[in-house]
């Protein structure tokens, strides 16, 4: 029976560090009740704020920081996935192509390529811009923290 309830322990325990990384991943985030249901196409670039990339000069040391949410399922390294796939290079990277990262076919299928601009939507609502997507990460509302963050994975 006490090897049963170190089991149950271990499970528990594992449930609540998932619960989390969920909670650290959508700190500071759009809410749901903000996400539209219309998705922008492939290559067009929408904000639901209206904001644009171009009116925005990116930061990569407050990129680096901000990016500490985004680590709790990313790394920069290349060739290293963990619950989402490596950023490396993401910029002119076509979406869902990471080797080794098993994507939704929402996101394999999405044609897009990482641009910094389509970025910069995709992180303020990444269910709008990939419905489907897997990615348990509600977005970021600040435009300038998205533009840092994207500084920051361009720079590294």
């Known amino acids: 029976m006490k090897m049963e309830d170190a089991m149950h322990r271990q499970t528990t325990l594992k449930c609540l560090i998932a619960a989390g990384l969920l909670t650290a991943c959508s700190q500071n985030s759009t809410s749901e009740a903000n996400v539209s249901s219309d998705t922008p196409a492939a290559n067009a670039v929408d904000t639901l704020s209206g904001a644009k ?25 290349a060739g290293v996935n963990r619950m989402g796939p490596s950023l490396h290079a993401v910029v002119g990277r076509k979406a869902g192509s990471v080797e080794g990262f ?50 920051y994975l361009k720079a590294n």
């Not at 997507?133 to 500084?151: C, E, H, N, V």
Request: charged share 25%; aromatic share 10%.
């Open 102 to 151: 098993r994507y939704s076919p929402a996101n394999k299928a999405s044609g897009i390529v990482w641009s910094e601009a389509k970025l910069f939507e995709f992180l303020e609502s990444p269910r709008r811009v990939i419905p489907g997507t897997t990615m348990g990460f509600a977005g970021i509302s600040d435009p300038q923290k998205r533009a840092d963050i994207i500084a």
């Open 53 to 77: 990339f171009a009116d925005f000069k990116g930061d990569p040391g407050a990129g680096a920081a901000s990016f500490a949410q985004c680590k709790a399922c990313h790394v920069i390294d």
